[in-house]
């Protein structure tokens, strides 16, 4: 299977020496976008592209509102820290994640909860959530408290992985039951529908990245959506310098985190946008040839069947953890990049649990899971 694969990958990305796992797809568009904003001057914290941008993603998902932020850890952190999540509390996640989701909740002085992982979504687990919460929680005047270790759980991030929607109308509605604030990282998720809906709109706020390796990029870039019009405009403050309008004085009503997208990243965005359709619809073209060749040799992929994915990052699952170093060490011979999921969160000393769950579907998935190239395939050269 592994020469097969071989030449599958070969045949989707013909002409290219090393095949990255994902990396973006430019052409004069973007050039020229990001040319005529430097000719603007407006390359920092202010200027039209942002709002444009802003409401050219909201429109896409349907969020009401979006907040374009220096990048997805930041829209992470800012989520956070507008509902409220403070030193002392406890935010329920998953450990099969990027350590960005971990690391936002450090942050902001919280300690993460693991919740296990669903098959074969790879994302939080309605279940396993209940279950912890009837188990170990109380709740106490609308605040879900933790009894062991009598913290609150100030909010429920769960994580869309690999731009797979999770099962996140019933994660949502049990957050709802139990008065937890759910922000919603869907990070690796833009273009991902599920119930109707787009990932991230399913709570208080969802995140999304526009990191060079996702499905459109603005170098570095991050949005938060939200449908709440009051919280949006906290948002839009405190990611700036929270500064007071007046046309002199540099008067500020709090600790801005200064954690605006630069109008320069939201030029590049607008002209990467105009293309999203396409490079969905690309994705959905190398998904079908994974899925229909792994179906030839009984592997299957990290799927929702009942949702509609971006298929961001295909990812494939191995008979035995052998197997997967197998696979890993065959590609990197042959000049083609290919990855394990992410080291388990919980199982790295700054980002420990307050808590011991068992989580044995994560430490399955990632015993067995290789991300392989998923990248749009070149068409043109790149730009002058
Ligand atoms: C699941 C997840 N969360 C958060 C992030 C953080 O985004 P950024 O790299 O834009 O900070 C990423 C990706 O990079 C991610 O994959």
């Not at 994640?97 to 909740?105: L, P, Q």
């Not at 309605?126 to 759980?153: D, M």
């Not at 870039?221 to 046309?247: F, Q, W, Y």
């Not at 690309?282 to 949702?307: D, G, M, S």
Request: with cysteine; proline share 6%; glycine share 6%.
């Amino acid at each position: 299977m592994f020469e097969q694969l071989k030449d599958l990958i070969r045949s989707m990305y013909p002409g290219e020496n090393t095949i990255p796992l994902h990396r973006p797809s430019f052409s004069q568009e973007e050039a020229s976008a990001v040319a005529a904003c430097i000719n603007s001057t407006f390359v920092s914290s202010v200027g039209p592209e942002i709002g444009e941008f802003e409401k050219l993603i909201a429109k896409f998902c349907d969020s009401g509102y979006a907040i374009a932020t220096v990048n997805g850890t930041a829209a992470l952190h800012l989520s956070l820290h507008v509902l409220g999540v403070h030193s002392g509390d406890i935010v329920l996640t998953q450990s099969l994640s990027f350590a960005a989701t971990g690391h936002a909740i450090l942050q902001t002085g919280a300690k993460p909860v693991y919740i296990d992982i669903a098959l074969p979504e790879g994302s939080m687990c309605p279940e396993a959530l209940l279950h912890f919460l009837e188990e170990e929680c109380k709740q106490q005047e609308n605040i879900c408290i933790h009894k062991a270790s009598k913290r609150r759980i100030a909010a429920c991030v769960p994580m869309h992985s690999f731009g797979e929607p999770a099962k996140i109308a019933a994660i949502a509605e049990i957050c709802r039951n139990w008065s937890i604030p759910l922000v919603e990282d869907a990070a690796e998720a833009l273009g991902s529908f599920t119930e109707g809906k787009h990932c991230g709109t399913f709570g208080t706020f969802g995140i999304l990245s526009f990191n060079g390796n996702k499905i459109m990029t603005t170098g570095a870039g991050g949005m938060i959506l939200c449908k709440n019009e009051t919280l949006a405009k906290r948002l839009k403050h405190v990611s700036t310098t929270a500064k007071i309008p007046d046309p002199f004085e540099f008067r500020h009503s709090e600790a801005g985190f200064n954690y605006r997208l630069p109008n320069l990243n939201a030029s590049l965005g607008i002209a990467q946008y105009k293309k999203l359709p396409a490079f969905l619809n690309k994705k959905k073209t190398i998904h079908r040839e994974y899925r229909v060749f792994f179906q030839r040799f009984c592997y299957k992929l990290v799927n929702n069947p009942e949702a509609q994915s971006n298929h961001w990052l295909n990812t494939v699952i191995m008979n035995s953890a052998e197997e997967k170093e197998e696979l890993l060490q065959f590609l990197k011979v042959h000049d083609i990049q290919a990855r394990p999921a992410w080291y388990p969160l919980h199982r790295q000393q700054h980002l420990q649990s307050v808590t011991d769950l068992p989580l044995p579907q994560t430490d399955w998935l990632y015993s067995r899971a290789v991300s392989l190239p998923s990248s749009v395939p070149f068409e043109a050269p790149c730009y002058d």
